[in-house]
């Protein structure tokens, strides 16, 4: 009977899967080792879960179905006691899930287990311990291990508890969820109904301009597929830009008082203007710019002080002298532009080209107002996007599958160099299909794209800090996630402390709560990065990096305790000495990146520590 039965749930799984990938997908989300479960995969694509919102639904919703799973498979190699505990286990684990109050992740800037919040609420495996009356062991893991994985726990104990229990730590394993950071997004007044595909600030007037795919914001103010989320009596809103245009806008760019976009339209409010109009925003009439271009538009630039187009029109690449487009394809061949950037005086070209010359180059190209100038060999995959950061140029690419592929390149040499593709280590994780668009901030490179990363035991997707760090002469790539969404990230901008992001993103999980942000929304920028964490306080450590001594302080609250973990969440240092800063030798600690927990009465917050 088995060997009939397996095969047909592998056939119910194949046609659930198709059916419901949707479901396995956020759920996976929640917890990856539904990936290692078939059994439960065929029960997902089977079950009838509702409607869940909140990611603390789905959380109910992920250990439902486990609980259902696990009560279904074969115990019967389990003695009395095993099954009569493991069946106890699995009626707390209902309790537990139908509470609906789960773990609070306000420690870290990423998705990670909790095993005991501040509150004192135990995550699924650590409430199985303390109901089965070894709680003691919960809190022993909790004091050493509190972001870890049931794979990567340590502490003496487990295996046998799971004995005991009736329980492998492969089930275990799976029970447990991952909580993601309590962000500090706005959601901008409820966003739009369609994608955005390009962002600019006017700072001067404090107004932010979207462009996409949309028609009206959610709270249904008419603006086609261009608006402006501005101030006026009632507070901040979503307003049309003089009727919009007639089609999808993908790039825009603001000089001197107009707004210029291009993209898929033939008018621009009542002017007609084909794929690239300008909007002037003194006098709000929207302006064609001759007889436009014959096909989309996916990147303007300003370069000598003219404007220049890119797209999938006729010549791929044209300028506009005044009075009409004049075309500049001496060495292009095929696919489209996607780039622009000026670059040590030069318009440099990114996109999914090929370059005519007697060796094989591709993707990119500089042109000096005159004629084309050979960068190197080009990039590994077509380009979306540029930046300068730290004086040097990046290009944002698309990922493909097998080794040749490229997310992040950087030209240097006179060549094009690997600096990110898809990889699986401690410090690197990253994969996904593309990065759309990047700006330097800093010391780090802000990436926008569909993706997912992570750093160490970080894990997010879509929007990321982008940085390299050299310890002990080896150089790790850091993909420090902002955000977890359900999406794409396509553009994003700054202003007044903000960081405003659009894409194809509909809802951004938290810690207590899924939200929907409709496309478009905006963090706090701090003077170091990301503010992705609501901390309580503010903290410091100097020296950072350091090879022994650090001291912790915080913006002026006593401390009360302060703790390390490394990359994995194992805690590896703690000292509860009170005062306004504490010292920290880290001389033993192994060189890597580390996390300090300050705690203080009013709260704790986190840094990064870098040991070398």
């Known amino acids: 009977m088995k060997g009939i039965f397996l095969p047909f749930m592998l056939l119910l799984l194949a046609i659930g899967a198709v059916a419901n990938n949707s479901t396995l997908s956020k759920l996976t989300v929640v917890n990856a080792e539904w990936q290692k479960n078939a059994d439960g995969r065929v029960l997902a694509a089977t079950a009838n879960i509702g409607n869940p919102q909140s990611y603390n639904d789905w959380i109910a919703t992920h250990l439902m179905l486990v609980e259902n799973t696990l009560r279904m498979r074969d115990v019967s190699s389990l003695t009395i006691a095993q099954q009569q505990h493991r069946k106890q286990l699995l009626d707390e684990l209902h309790g537990y899930w139908q509470a609906g109050t789960f773990p609070i992740n306000d420690y870290t800037n990423y998705k990670t287990p909790v095993f005991i919040d501040a509150k004192g609420t135990h995550c699924a495996v650590g409430y199985l311990m303390q109901q089965s009356g070894n709680d003691a062991l919960a809190q022993a893991i909790n004091s050493k291990e509190k972001f870890a994985y049931v794979h990567q726990i340590t502490t003496l104990g487990v295996q046998e508890w799971a004995d005991e229990q009736g329980f492998t730590i492969d089930e275990l394993a799976w029970i447990q969820p991952g909580y993601p950071p309590v962000t500090d997004a706005d959601d901008l007044e409820g966003g739009v109904n369609g994608t955005v595909n390009a962002m600019v600030a006017d700072a001067a007037n404090q107004i932010v301009y979207i462009g996409g795919s949309f028609s009206q914001s959610t709270k249904g103010n008419t603006c086609s597929n261009i608006a402006a989320y501005i101030s006026g009596i009632a507070g901040y809103d979503w307003v049309s830009v003089a009727g919009g245009t007639n089609g999808p806008i993908n790039a825009m760019l603001l000089q001197n008082g107009k707004l210029y976009v291009g993209g898929s339209f033939s008018n621009a409010g009542s002017v007609a203007a084909s794929n690239v109009a300008v909007y002037d925003i003194t006098s709000g009439q929207w302006q064609a710019l001759g007889a436009g271009l014959n096909d989309e538009i996916k990147a303007l630039a ?55 010359t007697g060796a094989p180059r591709k993707n990119v190209i500089g042109y000096d107002g005159t004629n084309p100038v050979i960068m190197g060999f080009g990039t590994a995959t077509p380009v979306n996007d540029f930046a300068v950061h730290e004086g040097k140029l990046f290009a944002a690419c698309d990922i493909v599958q097998g080794t040749d592929t490229c997310a992040l390149a950087v030209f240097e040499n006179s060549n094009w160099t690997i600096r990110l593709k898809g990889s699986d280590g401690l410090m690197d994780a990253f994969g996904g299909n593309n990065i759309k668009h990047i700006e330097s901030n800093g010391a780090t490179l802000l990436a926008a794209g569909d993706f997912w990363c992570g750093s160490g035991m970080t894990m997010g997707n879509n929007l990321m800090e982008y940085s390299q760090q050299t310890i002990d002469t080896i150089t790790y790539n850091i993909c420090e996630p902002l955000i977890w969404n359900d999406s794409a990230v396509h553009t994003f901008t700054t202003m007044g402390g903000q960081l405003y992001f659009g894409g194809a993103f509909s809802i951004m999980y938290s810690a207590s709560a899924t939200d929907t942000f409709n496309h478009v929304a905006a963090l706090a920028l701090q003077s170091t990065g990301i503010d992705k964490v609501k901390s309580a306080i503010s903290v410091q450590a100097y020296p950072n990096p350091t090879a022994n001594i650090v001291t912790v302080k915080t913006s002026g609250e006593l401390l009360t305790a302060v703790e390390v973990f490394d990359i994995t969440g194992r805690m590896v240092l703690a000292n509860s000495s009170k005062g306004s800063s504490v010292m920290l030798n880290v001389v033993e600690l192994p060189n890597g990146i580390y996390n300090i927990r300050a705690h203080t009465n009013k709260g704790a917050g986190s840094i990064r520590l870098v040991k070398n």
């Open 302 to 356: 300003f370069y000598n002080g003219e404007l220049y187009a890119g797209g999938h029109h006729t010549d791929m690449l044209s300028k506009w002298n005044g009075t009409t487009w004049q075309g500049i394809n001496n060495l292009l061949i095929g696919g489209e532009v996607r780039a622009l950037e000026v670059f040590n005086n030069e318009l440099v070209v990114g996109g999914n080209f090929d370059i005519a």
